[in-house]
C-alpha cells in the first residue's frame, strides 16, 4: 500500500471498476467501456489511475475508434481538421472559387 500524494495521510486501495468514457475525435465521439483498477485514499476519496489502466483505456478508444465510419465533422468544430471539400464548399459559398 502507498500513501496519498494529494492529502498524504490517506493509504491508497485498488479496488477494481468499470468505466464508460465518451471522448471526442476526428469522427465524432467515441465511446468505450473499460475495466480498470483505480486507487483510492481512503482519507480524502482521491482517485488515480497509474499506467496499466491508461494504456487499457487508449487500446479501448483506438478499438472503438477504428469501428467508426469516417464522417465530416461540422466546420465550427476546432479541433477537426478541414477536409479540401469543406473548403471547397465554402470557397464556393463566399464567391471565391476559381472560374
Known amino acids: 500500500m502507498s500513501s496519498c500524494v494529494f492529502c498524504r495521510t490517506g493509504q491508497l486501495t485498488n479496488k477494481l471498476e468499470r468505466m464508460t468514457l465518451r471522448q ?12 480498470v483498477v483505480v486507487h483510492v485514499c481512503d482519507s480524502c476519496g482521491m482517485r488515480t489511475l497509474d499506467e496499466t ?9 483506438n478499438r472503438e475508434y477504428r469501428k467508426l465510419p ?3 465533422a461540422p466546420a ?5 481538421p478541414v477536409s ?11 464567391d471565391l472559387a476559381p472560374p
Open 24 to 35: 471526442w475525435s476526428n469522427k465524432g465521439y467515441v465511446r468505450y467501456e473499460v475495466m
Open 53 to 61: 489502466a491508461q494504456k487499457i483505456m487508449d487500446e479501448a478508444f
Open 70 to 72: 469516417w464522417v465530416e
Open 76 to 80: 465550427n468544430q476546432s479541433a477537426t
Open 84 to 94: 479540401s471539400r469543406a473548403v471547397r464548399s465554402t470557397a464556393e459559398l463566399l
